[in-house]
Every structure is written in C-alpha cells, then in structure tokens.
C-alpha cells in the first residue's frame, strides 16, 4: 500500500506543476488577456492590472484544479474496489 501512495503523491505534484505551467499559458493566449496587455489597437484598453488581479488565481486554480481530479478520481477507484466482491 506504501508503494501506491507514493506513485499517487508523485502523480499529483506532477499533475500540479503541469497545471501551474499549463493554466498560465492558456489565460495569456485568450484574445482577451491578450487586448489587455496591448494587443488591442494602438494600447486601446490595455490593463496590467489583469497581472497582479487575475494571474494568481489562475496560477492557483491550475495547480490546484488537478489535484482535485485526481483526488476524487482515487477515492472513486478506492470505492469501487471496495465494493466489487473477491473471487475466491
């Protein structure tokens, strides 16, 4: 059983770090963020203030949006192994 957890753990903070990379990536190349930093025409509507008021929660909700997932899906899988009888 140690073995399982630690491949769960190992998964997770990989999961974790891949959606922190990930989530940030995504938000930058949304036509939206993207007229906020400037690439609306000549600056119209640039706000940095998306940097300092959206970005940590999409860093956050991508770190922590895996582990969730992964969660559930394990509690499930446990579950379900629970319940299914044992051939004897």
Not at 13 to 39: D, E, I, N, Q, V
Request: proline share 7%.
């Amino acid at each position: 059983m140690k073995r399982h957890g630690d491949a769960v753990t190992c998964g997770g903070c990989a999961l974790s770090a891949a959606g922190a990379t990930a989530a940030p990536l995504l938000w930058l190349s949304m036509p939206r963020t993207r007229r906020h930093l400037g690439g609306g025409f000549e600056n119209e509507g640039m706000d940095v203030t998306v940097l300092f008021t959206e970005l940590p929660f999409v860093v956050v909700g991508g770190a922590f949006l895996p582990l969730l997932v992964l969660t559930l899906l394990v509690r499930l899988v446990r579950l379900v192994g629970r319940r299914r009888p044992r051939p004897d």
